[in-house]
């Protein structure tokens, strides 16, 4: 009888220290998503398009969530003439310049999505297809296309594969997108 409890006992302190073995052993909780907070207090007239390419980027990836104004990893400004760019400082910090001579000619939906796609990490890809958001201006003032094709979404979503909200990037290392899209043509009367 005795002997039995015993044997009991030991399974059961077995068993606590497996599991408190397990719990030590993995000790960070999953990763939550990082938040990018967009600021477009210096793009007046591009907040509701900014707000249209957060949600589209939103909706296709994971790892992170774009919000409007509750900090600034991210800077929107309009310029006007220059073509519009993106500087990059780090993974989901820098800054997006909106040329409205530009915008006036594409679309300024796929631009403002294309260029936080910088942002977000992913490269000029200028190969003419308007099914490629990172193809830009290459695909002409016709592509009005403002979603990543699920290829560049899954990047995204890999980038940003085990960032956390608390990750805040430096000025250091930055890296400038400057839009080749074709440069803005004379107002047409
Ligand atoms: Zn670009």
């Given at each position: 009888?005795?002997?039995?409890?015993?044997?009991?006992?030991?399974a059961m302190l077995a068993t606590a220290g497996a599991t408190?073995?397990?719990?030590?052993?993995?000790?960070?909780?999953?990763?939550?998503?990082?938040?990018?907070?967009?600021?477009?207090?210096?793009?007046?007239?591009?907040?509701?398009?900014?707000?249209?390419?957060?949600t589209i980027w939103n909706n296709a990836t994971s790892n992170l969530t774009l919000t409007a104004n509750c900090g600034t990893n991210l800077r929107i400004y309009q310029i006007t003439g220059?073509?519009?760019y993106a500087v990059?400082?780090?993974l989901g910090n820098g800054r997006v310049y909106i040329d409205t001579q530009q915008a006036a000619q594409?679309?300024?939906?796929?631009?403002?999505?294309?260029?936080?796609g910088h942002i977000l990490g992913l490269p000029d890809n200028?190969?003419?297809?308007?099914?490629?958001?990172?193809s830009g201006g290459s695909a002409g003032t016709s592509c009005t296309n403002?979603?990543?094709s699920s290829a560049e979404a899954s990047r995204v979503t890999s980038l940003f594969a085990g960032t956390r909200s608390t990750e805040r990037g430096t000025d250091s290392g930055s890296t400038v997108f400057q839009d080749s899209w074709p440069a803005a043509l004379a107002p047409v009367s």
């Open positions: 009888m005795a002997s039995r409890i015993s044997r009991t006992l030991v408190l073995g397990v719990t030590l052993a993995n000790p960070s909780p999953a990763s939550a998503a990082m938040t990018i907070c967009y600021n477009t207090s210096q793009a007046p007239s591009y907040a509701s398009i900014a707000n249209q390419a957060a220059g073509g519009s990059r400082t780090s594409y679309s300024p939906l796929r631009i403002m999505t294309h260029e936080i200028y190969n003419g297809n308007c099914a490629i958001l990172m403002p979603y990543p």
